[in-house]
T-cell receptor, first 113, second 112 residues
């Protein structure tokens, strides 16, 4: 079945370390997105990509980096520059030029210890 | 994107219709109303969207007022699995508009 896969589901990181969250989709969707969610809060956009080898900053890009070398993959790196990285991270994708909804992954919960 | 206002929480008895309101008084003519829901610790799930006309799918119905300043999501026969946070979002829904803004939504609890 087609879908969007995030891994790992839970991730622990020592303070000062970079960590990369995986997001893979086999839906042939053009656009991919990364959101961050803090407890009791809505989702905030970190980065998004409309096509391969291109991406744009969202509302809270500082301390994060992304790449889009393949259509299916959009990994997110949480760098040591991110001051408060503990959060629930969600990846989403969407087919270009349609009014359909976004498809979300099941999320990665990152905890800095 | 236009701002939306939703109640913080609602309860509904199992088997009854759950009606979730959303105000979007600043919506512009080409903005769509989208609804998503998020079950605890999972990714949001798309439910339905509409522009002017009422819409229905296998999950829910969306009723949009004639002036488009508010809408209601209806779950016709709520089950315990419908307990979730429901987000109402207004967006242009063009490929170039990427800032899908999720507020804090309505926490719907289905009571047995």
């Amino acid at each position: 079945d087609g879908g969007i896969t995030q891994s790992p589901k839970y991730l622990f990181r020592k303070e000062g370390q970079n960590v990369t969250l995986s997001c893979e989709q086999n839906l042939n969707h053009d656009a991919m997105y990364w959101y961050r969610q803090d407890p009791g809060q809505g989702l905030r956009l970190i980065y998004y990509s409309q096509i391969v080898n291109d991406f744009q900053k969202g509302d809270i890009a500082e301390g994060y980096s992304v790449s889009r070398e393949k259509k299916e993959s959009f990994p997110l790196t949480v760098t040591s520059a991110q001051k408060n990285p503990t959060a629930f991270y969600l990846c989403a994708s969407k087919l270009r030029d349609t009014k359909g909804g976004y498809t979300f992954g099941s999320g990665t919960r990152l905890t800095v210890v | 994107d236009a701002k939306t206002t939703q109640p913080t929480s609602m309860d509904c008895a199992e088997g009854r219709a759950a009606n979730l309101p959303c105000n979007h008084s600043t919506i512009s003519g080409n903005e769509y109303v989208y609804w998503y829901r998020q079950i605890h610790s999972q990714g949001p799930q798309y439910i339905i969207h509409g522009l002017k006309n009422n819409e229905t799918n296998e999950m829910a119905s969306l009723i949009i007022t004639e002036d488009r300043k508010s809408s209601t999501l209806i779950l016709p026969h709520a089950t315990l699995r419908d307990t979730a946070v429901y987000y109402c979002i207004v967006t242009l829904s063009n490929f170039g508009n990427e800032k899908l803004t999720f507020g804090t939504g309505t926490r719907l609890t289905i009571i047995p």
